[in-house]
């Protein structure tokens, strides 16, 4: 079973500024890494796959990238609505599919 | 639009068995697999398996084979997940979700694009 590790477990930043979110993987997945934003009593949304492919709908500041063990979840610019905890996803090698434990993105 | 709709929240006491709901609009309904993904109070997602709604197949989490069954009726469009003997950290968040799939590469892959609103089952004596 792969492994997904998140890093940070919270992260507090202002609105308006970037947020770098971390996921690793414990081997390889390639390129087949998934990105979830989850808002308290919703379910999960998807963000980005294929590491670094916007979903239908998911505004620009969103970008993904990385590939092999090591991706990244950045979001350029804060809006209020962006505060949400953050999941990442591989698809690579399942079953099981295997999420992160998630990043906490809370407003400083 | 794509709408998966679930059962309402249950509580059950350990030992029993709970099946929850998940009915799809907005799509062909044999055309996409179903995933189960749970959620305890606080925690993360886990994965407990996926059903082709095409043809029945299942795959399920090594730790819940034997106490999962997934199945589908197409008649109706709906999606099933039954849990049996069940346990305190059984309580959770249950959700279906569609399980898009898409190809780059010559190679086709298999995620998560639209989800249910959630179903909470409690477990409780």
């Known amino acids: 079973e792969i492994v997904m590790m998140q890093s940070p477990a919270t992260l507090s930043v202002s609105p308006g500024e970037r947020a770098t979110l971390s996921c690793r993987a414990s081997?390889?997945?390639?390129?087949?890494l998934a990105w979830y934003q989850q808002k308290p009593g919703q379910a999960p949304r998807l963000l980005i796959y294929?590491?670094?492919t916007r979903a239908t709908g998911i505004p620009a500041r969103f970008s993904g990238s990385g590939s092999g063990t090591e991706f990244t979840l950045t979001i350029s610019s804060l809006q209020s609505e962006d505060f949400a905890v953050y999941y990442c996803?591989?698809?690579?090698?399942?079953?099981?599919?295997?999420f992160g434990q998630g990043t906490k993105l809370e407003i400083k | 639009q794509v709408q998966l709709v679930q059962s309402g929240a249950e509580v059950k006491k350990p030992g029993a068995s709970v099946k929850v709901s998940c009915k799809a609009s907005?799509?062909?309904?044999?055309?996409?697999?179903i995933s189960w993904v749970r959620q305890a109070p606080g925690q993360g997602l886990e994965w407990m398996g996926w059903?082709?709604?095409?043809?029945?197949?299942?795959n399920y989490a090594q730790k819940l084979q034997g106490r999962v069954t997934m199945t589908t009726d197409t008649s109706t469009s709906t999606a099933y997940m039954e849990l049996r003997s069940l346990r305190s950290d059984d309580t959770a968040v249950y959700y279906c979700?569609?399980?898009?799939?898409?190809?780059?590469?010559?190679?086709?892959?298999?995620?998560?694009?639209?989800w249910g609103q959630g179903t909470l089952v409690t477990v409780s004596s």
């Open positions: 979700a569609r399980e898009w799939r898409y190809c780059s590469g010559g190679s086709c892959y298999t995620l998560f694009d639209y």
């Open positions: 907005g799509y062909t309904f044999t055309s996409y697999g």
């Open positions: 059903i082709s709604a095409y043809n029945g197949n299942t």
């Open positions: 081997q390889s997945v390639s390129s087949n």
């Open positions: 294929g590491a670094s």
């Open positions: 996803q591989q698809y690579n090698n399942w079953p099981p599919y295997t």
